[in-house]
């Protein structure tokens, strides 16, 4: 049996140790929920102070110029873009991840269209999605459809293969999956799409700055990200755009502002878009978001001293293994209708563990989190296995602790067995569950 003094023994030993005190991190608080909202940096609150106060207050618009601010969502680009396996001018902070797919798909209908006939040259008709995958990619990915008459199709994971045919248009996939923690093996499922001439676009919320990614190893197509979850960039923060260079300059846009001009300046009464991954913004950038999602992707700029994404992804696994063996010893065992969302095999699962339960599940989280072990609740949709409701929760390397997962679980265990998840206040559901 593992025990908290065994967990405390493993924190002493973890390379990844002083990244927890680049984070201001409440006391009495376990933070199982930077898979929703990171945590705040410690530098960020002092570099917004100078920001505004003397780059916004004392610099004015010069500050376009003077500090850079012109040219900021491409520096945060280049500065993380070997995160994701991608290279220097491949890929940009910029609108969000709803913008940015809107974007992206775009992009892939018209170049699928252009140069990508099915059979005979016969159009392709579908668009490919898994059900699960987060609600907005579907909601867009559907206003795209209709716009440009092709039928959205969503499958269960395992209907995928058969599912990838010639009248398929672009698949869009989350690389890992917010419900479940499923991942995706990118690179086998892309060699898969283009074998029948389909376009990828992958969803990087859930695994950008906590699973290895490589999106030019995988000859991927087209990808987007957030970057107020692992990246700790703030709610709300920027998301990320990332196209194959093969695919850059190909590019429509839709959304075509004055960012995404040649020469922005000239202020010319037509379109004429920039080359590169600049073409993929829109309007203006904001610049106090994006000065604080500088401060979240210094962290890990600061984490490759310590083995960059190899560590990461070690300690990732050996937390998310630990939550699941003392789930499994210490709950699910007493007759709890605790069940596992989150595949047990390392090469897909992300950096999160899903339960699932018939009942309870919201107020169980409620009754954790006033107890300050925070997670999140994520409905189901009435079916069985991963479509019963979800008890989630995230485990970013950064700055957990193997005496954070033993005392959740200690938590969890002792919500369960008291049945104090079942007083009123913890059933009142709120807007943000």
Known sequence: ?????????????????????????????????????????RATGPRLAQMVQQEWGQGLIRSWNDAGWITLPQRLGDQFAPWVGARAGEL???????????????????????????????ARTRLVSERSNFPTDLYIAES?????????VLIEPEELPACLTQDVAVLLLSHVNYRTGHMHDMAAVTREAHAQGILTVWDLCHSAGAVPVDLNGANADYAVGCSYKYLNGGPGAPAFVWANARHTDKFWQPLSGWFGHAEQFAFTSDYQPASGIRRYM???QPMISLTALQCGLDVY?????????????????????????????????????????????????G?????????????IVQALIARGVIGDFRKGDGGSGPHKDILRFGFTPLY??????????????????????????????????
């Open 400 to 433: 957990t602790r193997f005496e954070d997962v033993w005392n959740a679980v200690e938590h969890l265990r002792q919500v369960l067995e008291s049945g104090e998840w079942q007083r009123p206040e913890f059933n009142r559901i709120n807007a943000v569950t």
């Open 144 to 152: 795209l459809c209709k716009q440009h008459g092709l039928e959205l």
């Open 92 to 122: 940009v902070f910029t609108d969000t991840t709803s913008v940015n797919l809107y974007k992206v798909l775009s992009a892939a209908i018209r170049l699928s269209q252009a140069e990508f006939p099915g059979p005979q040259g016969a």
């Open 1 to 41: 049996m593992t025990t908290l003094e065994a967990c405390r023994e493993v924190d002493l030993q973890e390379p990844l140790a002083p990244l927890r005190d680049w984070f201001d991190l409440p006391e009495g608080v376990i933070y199982l929920d930077g898979n929703s909202l990171g945590p705040l940096p």
């Open 351 to 363: 950096s999160q563990v899903c339960l699932t339960r018939d009942t309870g599940a919201y107020a």
């Open 301 to 349: 700029t600061e984490a490759e001293r310590y083995g960059g994404m190899v560590a990461l992804r070690r300690k990732s696994v050996a937390l998310t293994d630990l939550f699941i063996a003392l789930v499994e010893e210490r709950c699910a065992g007493h007759g709890h209708g605790l069940g596992l969302a989150t595949p047990r095999d390392i090469a897909q699962r």
């Open 282 to 284: 829109c309007g203006t």
